[in-house]
């Protein structure tokens, strides 16, 4: 659902978001049990490419009352359901919505902690990419990167790894997120 064989950087239409966003995907993808190691209260996060916010919320109560979390996403209508989901709740006051542009994510803020699940593979020009997140990463800050185990090879994946390494982050871990594949960086 995410791209075709041919295009590798299409991202997953808005039409199809309420597939990302089912109780069926929590017993597979439980976002607090996947997050839990990395997120502290009082935490910045930034939600790369958060779609309608399945992960953002969980993120939202993990960073606590004194956190904050980015929700960065491309498309306009992800973000819309994002900001319905939250209206009127205590999150509300802890989500900022965050629409990248095209060939950027034009983020001029900070995060602890940076979560890009299912969406580096959609992003064609991973040295800006990468490169963009370094610089919005604090010192000691870390990166979370998940990609689909079909739509990734492990020689794609490996490719990605000695991008972000070129970029100047640290390989801090490869958290086991059976069956995705999962990779953690370190800025120093």
Not at 21 to 29: E, G, N, S
Not at 32 to 43: A, H, N, T, W
Not at 122 to 140: C, H, M, T, V
């Amino acid at each position: 659902i995410y791209m075709s064989k041919k295009d590798k950087s299409r991202v997953c239409p808005v039409e199809l978001s309420g597939s990302l966003d089912t109780k069926f995907r929590r017993l597979f993808q439980n976002p607090v049990r996947i997050l839990k190691p990395f997120i502290l209260p009082g935490m910045e996060v930034l939600d790369l490419g958060c779609g309608p916010g399945y992960f953002t919320t969980a993120i939202a109560e993990l960073a606590g009352e004194s956190g904050k979390v980015t929700a960065a996403d491309l498309q306009e209508g992800m973000l819309d359901i994002v900001r319905k989901k939250i209206q009127g709740t205590e999150l509300e006051k802890r989500i900022e919505l965050h629409r990248c542009e095209k060939n950027t994510i034009n983020f001029s803020g900070t995060a602890d902690f940076i979560f890009a699940f299912y969406v580096i593979h959609e992003i064609p020009d991973k040295e800006r990419l990468f490169s963009e997140l370094y610089n919005a990463l604090k010192p000691g800050g870390r990166l979370l990167i998940v990609e689909p185990p079909l739509h990734v090879s492990k020689s794609d994946f490996r490719k990605m790894i000695d991008i972000i390494v070129d970029t100047g982050f640290s390989l801090n871990g490869s958290p086991r997120l059976f069956p995705n594949k999962s990779v953690l960086f370190q800025r120093n």
